[in-house]
């Protein structure tokens, strides 16, 4: 029974895992290129969250289609706060750059409420489900689950046989080198924030066949923080360790989420998010630099 | 003598702290307003003990509040019936600055290890963390939190309680800013404050130079903390009487301390109070005009002083009275 349950919740901590893989892409992109750790990462998760459930209750547009309109408006949200802010604090302090992209995840989130108000939404995309006998996946999920891979496969090939892509690696590598090279490094910059933050909040969108109904406002914090435990875990400057980190993710969330609804007198939702900020202590105190990456 | 006026900016600290007391106490109609900017003023100074200082930002701060207020509520709700009666105040104190002692040391021994950006992950969590462990687990009645306005006016009396909530509260707090006041002018003055200048202009080089720089990074994490807790004991625990793990864990606080000790100047003694004095008072007018765009407003606020003033309020006069007989008072 309990193995039933247990094998269960983990094919869909993997299908869960591979679209927190995808949200947290946009964090290691911008970490790996700008060397500036995105802080308002969850906000902007937020915003892709809302942008799908706008477009499916006013238009009835279904929520993969909202995918390319999450992706302009999050690349030009990040032009924008770019060229406003991040650009001009590169050189100083890392904390003047934390400062920022914190304000920014709070700017979002007052707009929204503004916007929004405060109040829980959902929408429900009404689609049929995979009946696999042990555990019954519906097809929306599953589509969320392509669409990560999708996109993932996307950025490995831009990043791995464009010219732009190249570029952008050659920046990771080494900006002195790159900028030799007549590379503009300035635009791989603005291009790269622009890039990490389109795919987050594409990653809202696809996130939202996740949660039914818990679209607010200031959702975004715990997924800053599920963004930070995956990240870490496969090296927080890699997009594809990124990939593989939100599957591990996927398989202890709900791993421990099954085996903390074993013990009496926990509550196992509470105790899952617990567990995940101590897992990002724990990585963080033996490897901060990921644990999925070879030496 | 000589030794006496190393300390003598702490005099604009206590004449500022003593108007507010003063102006409080004269009109009890605006009691509320200067027992709130009297919280700002000691957030502020808590939490650039250690921000100021080092360079470091705890994104989790507000955690250190949470505790603290649970330490407070703890004592009330488990040993009303004790016949304590005020000493249960104490010992909420002394519990707050317990639990968030641990909870700092726990915190610091993973996130005093790293540095810049990895510090900043480690803590961001912090206080999502302890309420989900909180809630999780069900430790103090978990989610349900504690109310303990009963309990309290049976162990102290109804007369006591009412004045233990709506003044001695605030006192406390105005006790607790002059605390971080002074042990933040403390530190600057001796060892401690030189070390963590040294380690924020160049971290590698104090270390070179033989600075044990994870010592001195703890004792700022946990006077900061156990500051914070204070804070949380008084201001809202023993004002509110009652507990609720999701709002002590909130966010918001860690929020306003960062944009009081930016908009003040981070690493001065007199920033906090300045930028408490600017951000209470634009706060309690919004709340009038523009009523829930506070922080629509102070976020990009942020931003702006990052970009263009870093230095802050203080920073910026710092550098007009160079030279002045002012500058011995301004820091």
Redesign the interface.
Known sequence: MIFEQLSGNLLQGVVLGGVYGMATMGLSLIFGVLKVVNVGHGAFIMVGAYVALILFQTLGIAPPLAVPVALILGMALGMLFYYTSIKKLLKGPELASLLATFSIGVILEEVCKQLFTSEARGYHWDLDKLDLGFTVLPYSKLIAFGGSILVGLLLYLWFHKTRAGMAMRSVVEDDEGARVCGINVDWEYALSFSIGIGLTVVSGVLLTMFIPVGINPYMGGGYTLKAFVIAVLGGLASPYGAFFGGLVFGLIENGSYTLFAQIPGLEPFAMTRFFSFVMLLVILLIRPTGLLRGK | MRQLQKFSPILPVILAYGVLLGIGLAYPGKWQLIAQLAFYCALGQAFNLFMGMT???D?GYVAFVGVGTYGMAVSIYYLYDKGLGLGLVLIGLVLAAVFSTGLSLA?GA??L??R???F???T???N???R??V????IWN??DGMIFSRHLRKAVGRETAMALSTQWADIVVFGVAVLAAVLTLVYMRNKVGYALTALREDEDAAKVMGINVTKYKIIAFITSAVLAGLLGASAWALKLTYVYPEDVFQ?HYT?EA?IIV?LGGAGTLLGPIVGALIYGFSKYFLAIVLP??Q??IF??V??VI??LF?EGTVGIFKKKIRGTALEKFII
Do not use: D, W
Request: charged content about 10%; hydrophobic content about 65%.
């Open positions: 360079g470091y930002v994104f915190v993973v996130a290890r790293l810049g950006a990895y900043a992950i480690a961001i969590g912090v999502e963390g302890f989900y462990l809630e999780g687990a069900r978990g989610a966010i929020v960062i930016l829930g765009f922080l629509l976020a990009p942020i931003i990052i970009v870093p």
